[in-house]
Every structure is written in C-alpha cells, then in structure tokens.
C-alpha cells in the first residue's frame, strides 16, 4: 500500500506545496467569506440599525407621547391633597361644630 500524499523532498517541491496549501487556505477563505462571514455582518448591520433608530426614536418622541408615559411609568402623577372638607356632610358637620364653639354650646 502507498501513501496518497508524497511529501517532496526538494525546496521547489517543498515551495510548491506551501503555495498549494496556501492556495486551498485561500480558496476556502473566500468560500468562508462569502457564505458565512459577510452574511453575518449583514445581520448585525441590519439589526444594529434598527436598535439605533429605535433609540433615536424613543428619546426624541415616544418619551413625550402620553400613552407612552402611562404605559412604562414615565410620567411622575402630581400628589394634590385631598381638602379637608370635600363632602357635604363633612361641611355641614364642620360648620355645626364651628358654631357650637362660637355660641358656646356643648
């Protein structure tokens, strides 16, 4: 049984089969370029583009829209307090115990 592959023992032999193996480096270099590499830049291209103008667009309009602001918590609720006397009965009430203070009564 012989070897398939001969491995000269020259220096030109020996040249011409590193410029082979760098010929077959190259040759699947190009191959992995073209149908890996590229397409998958062209993937974060795409994808990095659309997270940019995303983030463009979130701060310089979805933040101002109301909808927005309501649904992610963005917009701060103004506390007001609450008056003492905002029904009817607690007005009649308050106003009944002013006048027992006023008039002396019990």
Do not use: D
């Not at 927005?68 to 007001?80: A, C, D, R």
């Amino acid at each position: 049984m012989t070897p398939s592959v001969v491995f000269p023992t020259s220096k030109s032999g020996r040249r011409r089969l590193m410029s082979e193996v760098w010929g077959m480096i190259s040759y699947w270099g190009e191959y992995a370029l073209v149908f890996l590499l590229r397409p998958l830049l062209a993937i974060v291209f795409v994808f990095s583009l659309i997270a940019f103008s995303w983030f463009v667009a979130w701060k310089t309009v979805l933040v101002h829209v109301p909808l927005v602001q309501e649904i992610f918590g963005l917009k701060k609720k103004s506390v007001t307090p609450k008056p003492h006397a905002r029904h009817r009965l607690s007005r009649f009430y308050n106003a009944a115990a002013e006048s027992s203070r006023t008039t002396g009564k019990g």
